[in-house]
């Protein structure tokens, strides 16, 4: 399949490359996908004939699971690590060479297709952080199979819900993942996804795990055969890489939306590769042979681009972390991880700085370990504060790179591109637009906001390749979710300013989308779990400020009249009723009882100005309001 190549560096400062990547992207990105092997090699860089809809590379042909493992075997890096597994949580410590994950995942992608798995088929995946995860997903990579990863901090009912819109022949998972504080079986939540499901899966394949009770044999449903993964991989037959086109699906990942139906994010094959190849080059500075680890989540779309594809479609090492930044068993975890295995590059998010900061303030536990070997530290995922910011700096001595971007674009808008050029960094700021994103500022009326002006921040279409294509069985949602607000403009759904020299602060959502430990989640959502509890006439859910974990979700509901129950009786009940629903990741702690909920005379709720109140800004009434009252009511409740 094709040459046997590395990505290689690019060259050039920042702005050149900007320049570039704008004044003439076909062949910007023709000359970026030559770090890819492709079966067939695009002549085309971008393909506009369906705009406002996309697509990279049409006329290419390449497999993604190629280009992570066979091809830098067939270049003789075979005995190089591709995984280092660390896992405090179990005990387990491994390494993986490329060569192992090739054996591995090629007989991988043979049981699937012995389980009738496709080109095109979906396969959803939902296992904690072990290695047998990044099998799967390149697996199903291998057979042009599109896969579906579900973090395992979701319930039941979130899990079916994926289930019904992607429709997987197949379900890969593990019996069960271990949090500091309890086992977490997967098993019961499957089967139950399953009934809750409108849709039959012909198989489930499972993981077993000696610290975590439940295995395959148990389990029987009408329609669904249950596999043990480890009675079965053995004997399957290794299966080649298929060619796909560039722009035939990787992968869904589904992600909070402003409604309750989570959105399934496409991302193609060959613009994913060549932005992923891209970015680990001139973003990361991360090369073959390097060591990256980013302590995230394979659930989550940092989990999918930097543990999994970039690095291993870079030739690198990628470790991962099967553990938390404290408790595992303290805080001088991470950087136990840094100085066993040499990384050279960290991410994660700040959450988790701010974790550690807690725990070991003067990060006294850093001065056991030799962190040397780290060249930056790259965040994303939320806001990060000028304050972690300033104490990682200090701590660590190394650049601390703040970088924004959302699961729909699969890598990073704005960000100091070090492979490009090392550019002085600001706390607060994550630096300017990567090449390609063609970042503004607007106003509601789609008006461009001057120097210093806060507005929606949009992105100027096209998006470039690796970023979302559509959302999967959804072209309409798609359109009508980011594309139609600000025509000739992707709509991010995030507000900030630029400054005079051109750095970016991105200072919060415009939606109900709040950011909880790094974990995107829906208020939206949250509001329709409490709105069915026989008790609750309306309710509101707003973000409020948490100092680890940046926001954390705060219900508000107002009872219907003649209701006799007690507010403690009922907060229990809808913290219960968000966990079983949505999941422990949800982490809804609180509901509180109010008299009523300020609104504007349309009955709108004012839950930006809740959120103002709750978090101690400055706010203004609208003149709209229905009732003044109500804000007192909250006044009272939030400031005691
Ligand atoms: N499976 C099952 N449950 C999970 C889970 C998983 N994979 N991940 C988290 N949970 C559970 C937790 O156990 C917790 O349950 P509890 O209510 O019984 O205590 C709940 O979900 C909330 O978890 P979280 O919000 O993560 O809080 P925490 O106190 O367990 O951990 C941090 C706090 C900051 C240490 C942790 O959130 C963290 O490391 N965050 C990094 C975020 C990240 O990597 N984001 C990815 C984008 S870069
Ligand atoms: P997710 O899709 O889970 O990656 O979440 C994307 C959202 O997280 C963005 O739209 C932002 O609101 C927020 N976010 C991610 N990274 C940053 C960052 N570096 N600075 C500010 N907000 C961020």
């Known amino acids: ?79 190089q690590a591709a995984i280092i597994y660390d896992s405090p949580v179990v005990g387990k410590k491994k390494t993986y060479s490329y060569a192992t994950m090739l054996d591995k995942v090629s007989r991988f992608a043979g049981l699937l297709a012995e389980a009738g798995v496709g080109k095109g088929d979906r396969v959803v995946i939902y296992m904690p952080m072990m290695p047998q995860a990044i099998t799967a997903m390149l697996a199903c990579a291998r057979l ?25 022949k197949v379900i ?158 303290d805080a001088g975890a991470f950087w136990r991880v840094v100085s066993d295995y040499r990384v050279r590059t960290l991410f994660t998010a700040p959450t988790a700085l701010r974790a550690i900061r807690k725990a070991d303030p003067h990060a006294e536990l850093s001065e056991q370990y030799d962190l040397t070997c780290l060249d930056a530290l790259f965040l994303a995922g939320e806001r990060l504060d000028p304050d972690t910011w300033t104490w990682a700096t200090a701590l660590l001595e190394k650049p601390v790179i703040d970088h924004w971007w959302q699961t729909e674009t699969g890598w990073a808008i704005c960000a100091s591109p070090r492979g490009l050029e090392r550019m002085p960094l600001r706390a607060g700021s994550p630096s300017f637009p990567v090449p390609g994103f063609q970042v503004q500022i607007v106003d509601e009326q789609g008006q461009a906001v001057r120097h210093l002006g806060e507005g929606n921040i949009v992105i100027r279409l096209p998006l470039p390749p690796g970023t979302l294509a559509t959302l999967w069985n959804g072209d309409d949602r798609y359109r009508h979710t980011y594309l139609s607000a600000f025509p000739g403009y992707y709509l991010t759904g995030d507000s900030g ?114 959120r103002q109140i709750a978090n101690g800004e400055e706010y203004i009434v609208p003149p709209t309001i229905e009732d003044t009252t109500a804000i007192a009511v909250i006044q009272a409740v939030v400031l005691p």
């Open 1 to 79: 399949m094709g040459k046997h190549t590395l990505p290689a560096v690019d060259s050039g400062s920042y702005s050149e490359a900007f320049a570039r990547s704008v004044d003439d992207p076909e062949a910007f990105w023709l000359e970026a996908a030559r770090a890819i092997d492709w079966d067939s090699e695009p002549t085309r860089a971008l393909d506009d004939s369906a705009a406002p809809l996309y697509r990279w590379f049409p006329d290419g042909s390449m497999n993604t699971c190629f280009n992570a493992l066979d091809r830098h075997v067939l270049a003789g890096r075979g005995d």
């Open 144 to 168: 042009g199979a599109v896969h579906s990863v579900v973090f395992g901090g979701f319930a039941a009912k979130e899990l079916a819900a994926r289930l019904d819109d992607a429709t997987p």
């Open 172 to 329: 890969v998972t593990a019996s069960g993942g271990i949090e500091p504080s309890r086992v977490v079986e997967y098993l019961p939540t499957i089967v139950a996804a399953l009934a809750l499901s409108s849709h039959a899966v012909g198989t489930v394949i499972v993981k077993n795990r000696a610290e975590v009770p439940g295995s395959a044999h148990e389990f029987d449903s009408p329609g669904t055969q249950w596999w043990d993964w480890d009675e079965r991989s053995p004997s399957a037959s290794a299966h080649p890489p298929v060619p796909v086109l560039a722009t035939d699906p990787l992968y869904i990942l589904y992600t909070s939306g402003t409604t309750g139906t989570p959105k399934g994010v496409v991302r193609d094959n060959g613009g994913h590769a060549v932005a992923m190849a891209w970015s680990m080059a001139n973003i990361y500075d991360v090369h073959a042979g390097d060591v990256m680890w980013t302590a995230s989540d394979v659930g989550w779309v940092v989990g999918h681009s930097y543990i999994v594809y970039g690095p291993l479609l870079a030739g690198a090492t990628t470790v991962l972390y099967e553990g938390k930044p404290v408790g595992t068993p």
């Open 497 to 610: 300013y630029f400054d005079r020299e051109g750095y970016l602060y991105v200072m919060g959502r415009t939606d109900d989308i709040i950011n909880v430990a790094g974990h995107r989640l829906s208020t939206g959502s949250m509001e329709q779990v409490l709105a069915q509890h026989a008790a609750v006439a309306e309710c509101a859910v707003i973000g409020v400020h948490d100092e680890i974990k940046g926001e954390k979700p705060v219900g508000y509901v107002v009872l219907k009249s003649g209701v006799t129950i007690g507010d403690r009786e009922l907060a229990a009940e809808l913290v219960s009723m968000v966990r079983d629903q949505i999941g422990a990741v949800a982490a809804f702690r609180d509901a509180v009882v109010v008299s009523a909920l300020p609104k504007t005379r349309s009955g709108k709720i004012l839950r930006k100005t809740m």
